[in-house]
């Protein structure tokens, strides 16, 4: 296993466009999460997964924003009407979802709206 | 509410020289800290961790203490190489069932030859 991956890694979109971004976690995690970094800010959590049900999500994923986990593997984020606020870098992660493991990376997918 | 704060950057040092990184945190009950680093062009790598007071965690020559009484988790290392340039995040995990991380702003260090 390679880690995860993120796709694209880069995505430049006009305004009001719709986007999807794919995450590919670590193939025996059974946890997803989601979190969305702006310049010269830590990463905010988004939103998780445990397998392919959505456990939680964060008052910044507005109704703009939906997440999908189908059958608990890859997991896709799409972002309807987009607004230049919502140019960030977008973060995927994956864990086993025990307590105290580490979470693990993708690079990340560069959103900017234009 | 549950956050984290560090200090500001960039932090600039020459090779060799001695490296703290402050950060505090504000949580209720007893969270798991975290440093991670994020080195260019790659994404967040776990560099230590540490799961309850008095725990030291320790990776690559950096360490890191968890004070309940002053509710800090710094980042030291005693002698930085310009490979450690990056920027360098505190975070914890909330005690539910979630996991998931709450992130200072971020540190950039930049070490010069």
């Known amino acids: 296993d390679t880690g995860v991956s993120q796709d694209p890694r880069h995505k430049i979109t006009k305004r009001g466009q719709n986007v999807t971004f794919r995450c590919d976690p670590i193939s025996e995690h059974n946890r997803l999460y989601w979190y969305r970094q702006t310049l010269g800010q830590g990463p905010e959590f988004l939103t998780y997964f445990q397998n392919e049900a959505q456990l939680e999500k964060s008052r910044l994923l507005s109704d703009r924003f939906s997440a999908e986990r189908p059958k608990g593997s890859f997991s896709t984020l799409e972002i309807q009407r987009t607004e230049q606020g919502d140019s960030a870098m977008y973060l995927c992660a994956s864990s086993s979802g025990q307590m105290n493991t580490e979470a693990f990376f993708g690079q990340g997918t560069r959103l900017t709206v234009v | 509410g549950d956050s984290v704060t560090q200090m500001e950057g960039p932090v600039t040092l020459s090779e060799e020289a001695f490296l703290t990184i402050n950060c505090t945190y504000t949580a209720t009950g007893y969270p798991s800290l975290f440093w991670y680093v994020q080195y260019p062009g790659e994404g967040l790598q776990l560099l230590l961790k540490?799961?309850?007071?008095?725990d030291k965690g320790s990776n690559k020559g950096f360490e890191a203490t968890y004070r309940k009484e002053t509710t800090s988790f710094h980042l030291e290392k005693g002698s930085v190489q310009v490979s450690d340039s990056a920027v360098y995040f505190c975070a914890l995990t909330l005690m539910d069932s979630s996991y998931k991380l709450i992130f200072g702003s971020g540190t950039r260090l930049l070490v010069r030859p």
């Open positions: 540490a799961t309850k007071a008095d």
